[in-house]
């Protein structure tokens, strides 16, 4: 009886932290979905742009639009995840999806966030960088120093292409991985009904693309870590509640064989007594 | 329609939506103009003074950073780091700004924080330059 008294005590204390964090969690979403809804529209509408663009370029052997001459057969993933745990399946599907894309032997990682850092060296990843602490307060700025090193990294020729992996967020109750290439921009054929309007560059396509990419590539990296982050502490707040539901039916379990195990005390000591009393 | 729909946006906000007869702005080649029926064009954007006649006539003034331009069947599309109409340009910090850029630049910096430095220093004395045009 003892025993499951102090088992009701210790899941009531982890009910405590739960709730604590599905509430710090709450809290930091609402905070969160007000920086993603701002981002949104900045973020799709650049990547359908550059989309575009990169569709009606007819130049041939374009930095940036076309595969480099000198291919390193690797290509970079940005993977970005979160600095903290116990965001259900938050990092494990994110890390899925990146591990059931790539080829090891042909990948370079820049994970952001500890929990991603620490997957890809336990995993034996190779890394190019990496970065801890910065989603939360990301800003524009930032992300334009990061982008501008990796593109330095891809103009000497270190990878042939760059993805960025990030968990999109869909609801609350809903976030999905998402792999989306940034660079180079040949996408493939334009979508039907697409423009193959001529279009006229100011300067000319080289140096237009080579101004206006770390814009656009910035752009996306700042998007994929904002949105990344509203959807951990979707994902975060979720699983913290399932977690304090799931307690309190463990409590409720626990406390009705407790009662249970009390009952059967008190009747075996009543018997005692009167088996006593009968026997004197 | 009198005009062509035209969006300013940056990474934190939807700066402007809406029908305008014109727009024009600082390229890295000079100023240009765009007017109904321009034909499709791209070009990157400097940090510059933005001026916008929106479908009732209405002129707005406004200071952009580094981005660029997209034409694309007559819509105009601008993306930018930062964008600020007049009326919300502060002054005061403008300048303190400038002040504080200043001195990071003259005290030696390097590396990311000196072209933090700069970049702020050109959006703030921008700021200034474009407040001052609206009188």
């Known amino acids: 009886m003892s025993d499951i008294k102090r088992r009701i005590k210790s899941i009531e204390s982890t009910i405590k932290i739960t709730s604590a964090m599905k509430l710090v969690s709450a809290a930091k979403l609402r905070k969160a979905k007000i920086k993603f ?146 660079l180079p921009l040949d996408f493939g054929s334009p979508k039907q009904g697409g423009s193959k309007r001529s279009l006229n560059y100011d300067p000319a396509p080289g140096a237009v693309f080579a101004a206006i990419v770390p814009q656009y590539f910035a752009g996306m990296l700042y998007g994929g870590i904002v949105e990344s982050f509203a959807a951990e502490q979707a994902a975060r707040s979720n699983a913290m509640e399932s977690a304090t539901g799931n307690a309190e039916e463990i409590i409720t379990d626990l406390t009705l064989k407790y009662n249970r195990a009390r009952q059967f005390a008190v009747t075996t000591e009543i018997i005692e007594i009167v088996s006593g009393g009968a026997a004197g | 329609m009198a005009g062509f729909d035209l969006r300013i946006l940056t990474p934190t906000k939807v700066a402007f939506a809406g029908v305008a007869k014109s727009v024009s702005f600082m390229t890295t080649e000079g100023e240009a103009c765009i007017l109904r029926g321009h034909e499709d064009y791209v070009a990157p954007l400097a940090v510059g003074a933005v001026r916008i006649e929106t479908e009732d006539g209405e002129r707005r003034l406004g200071c952009s950073s580094y981005g660029f331009v997209n034409v694309l069947r007559g819509n105009v599309s601008i993306f930018l780091i930062t964008f600020e109409f007049v009326e919300e340009i502060d002054i005061a910090r403008a300048t303190e700004g400038i002040e504080k850029m200043s001195a990071i630049i003259a005290g030696g910096a390097t590396g990311d924080e000196l072209m933090d430095a700069k970049a702020r220093h050109e959006r703030c004395k921008m700021r200034l330059k474009v407040a001052k045009l609206s009188g």
Do not use: C, W
């Not at chain 1, 290509?75 to 894309?101: E, M, P, Q, S």
């Not at chain 1, 890394?127 to 989603?135: A, H, K, M, T, Y």
């Not at chain 1, 891809?154 to 990030?166: M, P, T």
């Open chain 1, 37 to 182: 809804d701002s981002v949104k529209p900045f973020f799709a509408e650049i990547y359908e742009n550059m989309v575009d663009l990169a569709s009606r370029v007819d130049v041939q052997q374009l930095r940036y639009v076309h595969e480099h001459k000198k291919a390193s057969n690797k290509a970079l993933y940005i993977v970005v995840g979160g600095d903290r745990g116990l965001a259900g399946g938050f990092h494990l599907n994110l890390f899925k999806k990146v591990v059931g894309t790539v080829d090891k032997k042909k990948v370079v990682t820049f994970p952001i966030g500890k929990i991603a850092i620490s997957f890809f060296r336990k995993n034996g990843f190779e890394i190019l960088s990496e970065l801890s602490g910065i989603s939360e307060e990301i800003t524009p700025e930032k992300v334009y120093h990061i982008t501008a090193r990796v593109l330095r990294n891809y103009d000497y020729g270190a990878f042939d292409e760059i993805y960025l992996a990030y968990t999109g967020f869909m609801s609350t109750l809903s976030q999905e991985p998402m792999i989306k290439k940034i």
